[in-house]
């Protein structure tokens, strides 16, 4: 902040009428003109300066209330033309801003445009895009690999490739006990992209609805052991205690297609063969092999079959 | 005169001072509005935008607008490559993507998004709910709702799979099914547009975009092979195309044949299938049909 220099021998007042000084009246009036300057300055810097300051705090404020109202008037002018780029598509509003000699509706319009495109980049990261992006001069490429499971994102992975005569992996952070070499080299060959990444994607998204699966079984089914899983999360072996037979079984869910979230084999291991032989058995055997696990097992808790 | 001044002053400060209030409260009401939009603005933090939104906001008048302008265009144009490559890359083209804010503090925010677009010629309107958490731990980000819109005729193959998936809110899923649908109908679409234009005059598709083709010999319009080939979808989301070979013979016809070739069609097809695929295995069915004579 500036501080206001004071001026200790003002030769105005603060409105800019010269000081009430009649040199021709002798000491006598000097004094009493002094006298009334002394008094009045005792009041006057204080109420000037909180003047001079109210002045400034409202200017100020005027300031800062044209620039917002100008803010407010341009975002106007940008919805005005993003509604119009969404009604008639933007090869039509480009078509229609040719002819704009307006400079401010050019700029508006760009604008408009740019949010737009924005936006609707954002929309395909959102919906699971690849993310694609051109790396050292378009000799490479970067994709993202999202994976979700339910309705939850969760880990993405990253892959830099070589677009050569064929697409070569240069760098990935892909877990190493996805078959990357076997999914992709047959596509990667014909540099077929898509066929590249779309197999790759579904296995990844499988491994990571798996292991999710896994997390919800510890998190939501304190009750049930988990005995065994691998890193892959393709076989889960968990311990079941049923709270009306006093026993406990050992169920074994093997997922031999690692591209599903479903088991392909469900085995039960229980002393009392019996129990296995029964319809209520028979049926929770169906019910896991057709829901995910942490789901099946919160209908079995509810059918009371296990505790 | 000092009383006077002092008067004089007074007044001045009681009326800045009402000035004052009345503009703070005009300057709140303006802030409240714009938070809106900053938000907006901090997505798109870009020189030239800075630059272009400070020149419509009017806060810098020096700023030569053709060079801000230029600069616009050259950003727009990148963003439309870069939209082109996502589009391709994803085989899916977004028309429009909304969105608006439910819920937002500090540690959770809510936003409800719509995107509309279309892959290949199947037109779809997604509306969803996203939710983010900003945890120490883990952020989470997760779809709260999901809701499908699509085409009526689209549907028939697809809605199993529809109310599954927006029951789980798998929206990622929804959209890796929707695109490997789309590429096998293709797949679908060329194979029945090249029989119909190397065979026109034994191949009749009875729509654009049928599931059924037939082949019958101009001198025996009663014979007709029939080959249904449908698109399914799992609950799951697999996909997988199915072709079918049936054989409709009048019942006359078939009393004073009875020949193996007839009755054996639909099993031989199917090996056929394994062995050579769709396309050749009805090219071979046409040449072993006897439909044309080359």
Known sequence: MNKQQVDIFPTKQGDGRPLNMEPAKGVLSHLSALE????????????????????????????????????IHAHKGIEKHKTRLNNRGAAAAEEEMETEDNENEQLLHLIARVMDLKQLLYAHHI????????????????????????????????????????????????????????????????????????????????FAGRRQQLRLVKELHPSVTVMESNMLCSILVILLSTPREKTTLLCTLNYTDHTRCLPTGVHFDCEDKKLLESSKWKNNRKLLMETPVHKALGAMKNMDCIG | MEGKLNEENMEEVMLLEENIRRLQAEVAELQGQCQKHQKELTLHSSQSMKRALSLVCGHTLQEDTHVVLSSLREEVEQLEDDLERQSNINGISLRSFTACTLESSDTKSVQQMCVSGQCSDLKFQVEFELSEVKGDERPEKSITSFNVVMGAGDLQNFSSFLSGVEESKDIL????????????????????????????HVVCAPGDNSSLLTFHHPDLPGCIFLVHWSVDVSKEGEVTPKVDLLTKIPDRALQLFQSQAVVGTAEAFHSLLRLLGPEAALEEVIRAAGLITD
């Open chain 1, 36 to 71: 009334v300057r002394a008094r009045s300055r005792q009041v006057q810097p204080r109420q000037r300066s909180r003047v001079e300051e109210l002045r400034a705090r409202a200017e100020a404020l005027t300031v800062q209330r044209d620039r917002l109202k100008a803010e």
């Open chain 1, 127 to 206: 919906i699971g895009g690849y993310d694609i992006t051109k790396t050292r001069r378009g000799k490479g490429i970067c994709v993202t690999l999202s994976t979700a499971y339910e309705g939850v994102y969760l880990e993405t992975y990253n892959m830099e490739l070589d677009v050569g005569p064929t697409l070569k992996i240069s760098r990935h952070n892909v877990p190493p006990f996805i078959p990357l070499g076997e999914l992709c080299e047959p596509a990667g060959r014909q540099k077929d992209l898509r066929g590249f990444l779309d197999p790759l994607l579904t296995r990844l998204n499988a």
């Open chain 2, 173 to 200: 899923l929804f959209f890796r099914t929707l695109r490997t649908f789309s590429d096998r109908m293709d797949e679908r679409r060329r194979a029945f547009q090249h029989f119909q234009t190397k065979y026109g």
